[in-house]
């Protein structure tokens, strides 16, 4: 890359970062541990293709300028955990819509694929759920009581289970995206068809109403979640595949960072999601008012929180000049 185009790609983000170290604008220690990363792989960068640069002799004194203000001892705030979720999370995950996107995507597919195989095969449902599942569904239909597999445990030990499982599946999601994606991409593709597969089933049976609002209580956020978790890893595994400037090590180590956040923000809904599958799904005596408010409240929730929120706020900072 020739000098010119390295210095017009990246001195927004420069003078960004001069302009904190000179106190002109005020950014989260966490970013601004961000920036100095990306200066000093900067840094690295100037050094091998242009060492005797004016642009190398600037990108060095900003990092020796830097090194005391972001190592200096720090006191968290007592909100910082608040702040997370409200604020810092919500503004850095706007930049990775596309991956969730893509993750959406291709769970949805994988979906369709595996109740268009179970309309097609009679023995897939048994391939993907188990024998021992369908035949006591089957049991469970037989004596009126369809959803019957969500009461044979007790509450308590159920949301624990549950909540440890979801948690799992979701961090295989991400950490299988040091797989180039992937491994991610596998996941989804795997729960897709399970979903799609489980569904048919109880369509099969003329059931899908009665299996809806039953399972969707919990399996809103649940599933979601999920999704989300594969965005997660498509972010990690992007970071591997797409260096662009950087050292793949260094952008291995952002992406890992970005995702791990990612996850951290959706352990409080695998919490809901537990308690609702532990305490809530095995009422399914309950109004079918009451299930479908629950379900477009966890529907709206995560719409709310993970797509429309972040758009929301980055555009209020934009207003306000951040």
């Not at 009665?210 to 992007?238: D, K, P, Q």
Request: aromatic share 16%; glycine share 6%; proline share 2%.
């Amino acid at each position: 890359m020739r000098e010119a185009s390295f210095v017009k790609r990246n001195k927004i983000k420069w003078l960004l970062f001069e302009n904190v170290l000179d106190n002109k604008e005020q950014i989260s220690p966490n970013k601004l541990s961000d920036l100095y990363i990306e200066i000093t792989d900067d840094l690295s960068y100037a050094k091998t293709f242009y060492p005797l640069s004016n642009t190398a002799n600037y990108l060095n004194s900003l990092a020796s300028k830097a090194h005391q203000k972001i190592y200096k001892t720090k006191k968290e705030s007592k909100n910082r955990l608040f702040k997370f979720f409200k604020t810092e999370f919500p503004l850095e995950f706007v930049k990775y819509h596309k991956q969730l996107l893509i993750a959406f995507t291709t769970f949805l597919f994988f979906a369709i694929v595996g109740a268009y195989s179970a309309a097609n095969d009679g023995d897939f449902v048994r391939l993907i759920l188990g024998d021992n599942y369908v035949n006591m569904t089957l049991e469970n239909i037989e004596t009126g009581d369809p959803m019957a597999v969500y009461k044979k445990m007790d509450e308590g030990n159920m949301f624990i289970q549950i909540t440890l499982n979801n948690i799992k599946v979701a961090m295989m999601a991400f950490v299988l995206g040091m797989l180039f994606s992937v491994g991610t991409l596998y996941v989804m593709m795997q729960n897709g068809i399970m979903l799609g597969s489980f569904l048919y089933f109880f369509y099969d049976k003329d059931l899908l109403w009665e299996s809806s609002r039953t399972i969707w209580i919990h399996g809103t956020i649940e599933i979601s979640v999920i999704i989300i978790a594969g965005c997660a890893g498509l972010v990690l595994g992007n970071g591997l595949l797409f260096p662009k400037t950087y050292s793949r090590l260094a952008s291995f180590k952002q992406s890992f960072k970005a995702g791990l956040k990612i996850m951290v923000s959706t352990i409080p809904f695998f919490i809901v999601a537990g308690f609702l599958e532990g305490f809530v799904t095995r009422h399914t005596e309950m109004p079918d008012w009451l299930a479908v408010f629950i379900i477009l409240i966890s529907f709206i929730s995560i719409i709310y929180y993970y797509v429309i929120y972040p758009i929301k706020l980055t555009k209020q900072q934009e207003l306000n000049g951040n």
